[in-house]
């Protein structure tokens, strides 16, 4: 069996290399908004960012969560966030994920309870956002193999997979104890795995790409 030359090998992951340079994992998104009411923030006003529970009780992944309270976070145009576990502590047992409002016409109902509206004052928070949504692995192809020989081993083929980052976040405020719209991102991403030799990933990070465009937006529409 004739083994592998070092130098062939090394032209391999040359031009493999070159070739992800040149390629990326493809991404396409849409990020919209549903404005239902007129928003805005004064000073010392906050938001926090809530997981909606679904799907039996799991809830929207904690990471995307954090990723969109950073995003709101940061930039000239940051936001005061109050995060989501302070907020949880402090309103103790209300918006644990059993008892909750699940509409905004419990809110009222709420803020009654001993307690409730002067934690909430004292926070400054003015929105509660909540977040539903996951990202799935929706197809996946391709072949890839890996071998160790004699003369050394490697990887050959190529594989792919596509993941759908589906998103929304509701907002309400807790000025008017209403609903102020949703703004939803739906981002798509294939991600190439090709290899001779070497496998080089090319990612395409959907999640990511979904936190970006909805925080983004979200920024947008709660201080028009």
Request: glycine share 10%.
């Amino acid at each position: 069996m004739t083994q592998s030359n070092p130098m062939q090998q090394f032209r391999a992951v040359t031009v493999i290399t070159l070739l992800a340079l040149g390629l990326s994992g493809c991404v396409t998104s849409r990020v919209e908004d549903a404005r239902e009411n007129v928003t805005g923030l004064n000073e010392g006003e906050s938001v926090v960012i809530m997981a909606k529970s679904y799907h039996q009780g799991n809830e929207t992944e904690a990471d995307y969560i954090n990723c969109v309270e950073n995003a709101l976070g940061r930039g000239r145009e940051q936001l005061r966030v109050i995060p989501r576990q302070q907020f949880v502590d402090s309103l103790f047992p209300w918006f644990e994920p059993r008892t909750a409002p699940a509409e905004t016409k419990g809110l009222t109902k709420l803020m009654e309870r001993p307690g409730v509206a002067d934690a909430v004052k004292d926070m400054g928070v003015r929105y509660i956002v909540w977040l539903d949504g996951d990202t799935d692995t929706v197809a996946q192809g391709g072949s890839l193999s890996c071998a160790v020989g004699p003369g050394g081993g490697g990887c050959f083929g190529f594989a792919w997979w596509q993941k759908d980052a589906d998103y929304e976040a509701s907002v309400w405020d807790l000025d008017g104890y209403e609903s102020a719209g949703t703004v939803t991102a739906d981002v798509s991403g294939t991600s190439f795995l090709p290899a001779l030799v070497v496998p080089i990933p090319l990612i395409a990070r959907a999640q990511n790409a979904a936190c970006k465009g909805l925080a983004q937006q979200l920024r947008a529409f709660i201080i028009q």
